[in-house]
């Protein structure tokens, strides 16, 4: 089967899944998907467990192999995604809570990650699953960031206090760009190749903070050409070329893509209205993004949903995989605890900060493109497993029951 055909399959199934999602099953738009496609996911499954050759099974598997998730995620809708969120947040309101966002993106992920991966290693070891520390620490990062694209999809869907929804979306749009250097250090640990201080802090420094200046140069360069025009059609194509350029250039200068892109939309959408983009421009530009969030929120929580047509699990991994939930939202909360509380004396958080936060941090396609990414160690099926049980908790439980959350700890 052709690409052409597969993504024309992916975008009926999107289309289909989301109309009877509105007509029927009422639920939020991309957790809708999220649960019909694993729904369709299960049913196939089951029939074929119960009645062999019912659905051709390996067929329908090898059609999603094609999807090469890691790369269509990490390497193709993450940076769309992330400029799109970021074109739209309030630098103004984002400035004000800079340090809490800088604390809970670096400390909070840090820490999170060694209770998760001290956690799963004792866990493991008492289930009787072989996972080393190292791989467990690795477990940690790649688990640990919120994922920006199911946070800010929530968000649109659940109508969060705007100090709460403010640092929300500051900590998902930077904490992954941590959360992979993190993950891609304790991988070169675990795997032998050793690592020192200079090491860490050089990688950091060049990815991190390299990424942050990319963004900045190539979003003012983008911001600048735009302001030397007034035509709709030629900024929205600007700002297309800036998303896939900046991309591609921090691939090849090994600095954080996600980052990069972040920081270019963060740019053109504070500095843009001001004095470069006309009303029409910006009802065009803004409109554009918006819907392009949209479409590949919608695909993307739909091949989440699909994927576990792949991923066949060991039955072995079941008490992992129930023990890592629990596990995942004991180290948010004392990773959002630590920040806020220390911070609450320099100044005011709204009421229920903490268990918002922690019941916010939800985890999507860029924990389980990270999992998919692994070597191919004796640990890659227990992390993978553990993984997509931590996703699909937080999106759908989580997700589905935050606006109870704020409810009761606003009332």
């Not at 089951?46 to 995620?73: H, N, S």
Request: with cysteine.
């Amino acid at each position: 089967m052709s690409q052409f055909e597969l993504v024309a399959i992916l975008l009926v199934l999107t289309a289909t899944f989301s109309w009877v999602n509105f007509r029927l099953a009422f639920l939020p738009h991309t957790i809708g998907l999220l649960v019909m496609g694993l729904g369709a996911s299960l049913v196939v499954i089951g029939a074929e467990a119960a009645t062999p050759g019912l659905f051709d099974y390996e067929g329908l598997a090898a059609l999603l192999r094609q999807v090469d998730f890691q790369q269509t995620v990490l390497e193709g809708m993450l940076a769309f995604l992330l400029f799109a969120g970021a074109l739209h947040v309030d630098v103004v309101s984002l400035r004000s809570r800079a340090l809490t966002i800088g604390t809970m993106a670096t400390l909070g992920v840090v820490v999170s990650t060694a209770i998760i991966g001290c956690g799963v290693w004792a866990a493991a070891d008492l289930l009787g699953v072989a996972i080393s520390l190292p791989w467990a620490l690795v477990f940690g990062a790649l688990i640990s960031p919120t994922d920006p694209v199911a946070v800010l999809a929530t968000l649109k869907e659940v109508k969060v206090p705007e100090d709460l929804k403010i640092v929300m979306t500051g900590e998902t749009l930077f904490n992954d760009g941590v959360g992979v250097v993190l993950f891609a250090v304790l991988v070169h640990a675990a795997t032998g190749d050793g690592f020192g201080a200079f090491q860490v802090g050089k990688m950091f420094v060049v990815e991190a903070l390299g990424g942050a200046a990319l963004g900045a140069v190539t979003g003012y360069v983008a911001y600048r050409g735009m302001r030397a025009i007034d035509d709709y059609s030629i900024e929205v194509l600007i700002s297309l070329a800036l998303v896939v350029g900046t991309y591609a250039i921090a691939s090849r200068l090994v600095v954080s893509g996600p980052l990069a892109v972040v920081v270019a939309g963060l740019l053109v959408g504070s500095r843009g209205p001001h004095d470069a983009l006309s009303n029409e421009t910006q009802r065009y530009l803004f409109g554009f993004w918006t819907l392009i969030g949209e479409m590949l929120n919608s695909v993307l929580f739909l091949l989440i949903g699909l994927e576990v047509l792949v991923l066949r699990f060991e039955p072995a991994f079941g008490w992992l995989m129930a023990l890592a939930v629990p596990l995942v939202l004991v180290a948010r909360l004392v990773a959002v605890s630590g920040p806020v509380l220390l911070l609450g004396m320099l100044r005011k958080f709204a009421r229920g900060t903490i268990p918002v936060l922690t019941w916010g941090g939800l985890r999507g396609g860029i924990s389980v493109a990270l999992a998919l990414s692994l070597p191919e160690v004796a640990e890659k099926s227990a992390l993978l497993a553990a993984t997509y049980a931590v996703v699909l908790f937080t999106l759908i439980v989580q997700g589905l029951s935050l606006r109870a959350v704020i409810k009761g700890v606003l009332r």
